[in-house]
């Protein structure tokens, strides 16, 4: 990771929220957003810090979704590091996707 640029503010939680929205799931073909995976950015200073599940404990994407994430973050500028916590406090569940990703999956 590169140093950010001097002269750019750092991004704020919306504008990274923004970013993650293209981190797709691949097992499902839906963005971690719309599924709900993410459950908070934050930025502190150079450093953003997200948290974030998967839709199994045992899910055998989560490393590969935390290093997209990370990918994520850094291409859109202004960032040092990226820290993710992979968590599954809370659990996740259906309810916590969007209408869009409920309606792509089939699901009501």
């Known amino acids: 990771m ?3 640029d001097p002269g750019s503010e750092a991004p704020d939680p919306a504008a990274i ?3 993650l929205r293209g981190v797709i799931d691949p097992e499902l ?12 950015v934050q930025v502190c200073g ?3 810090r997200v ?6 404990p045992a899910c ?11 990918q994520a973050v850094v291409e ?3 960032v040092l590091g990226v820290d993710v916590q992979l968590t599954h406090e809370p659990r996740w569940s259906p309810d916590a996707m969007s209408k869009a990703a409920k309606a792509r999956l089939g699901w009501r």
């Not at 963005?31 to 709900?36: M, R, T």
């Not at 055998?60 to 990370?70: C, D, T």
């Open 2 to 4: 590169g140093e950010p």
């Open 17 to 19: 929220l923004e970013r």
């Open 29 to 40: 073909g839906v963005g971690i957003v719309d599924l709900g995976l993410v459950y908070g």
């Open 46 to 48: 150079p450093v953003v």
């Open 51 to 56: 948290r974030m599940t998967t839709t199994t």
């Open 60 to 70: 055998p994407i989560g490393e590969y979704l935390a290093g997209a994430v990370r």
């Open 76 to 78: 859109g500028g202004g």
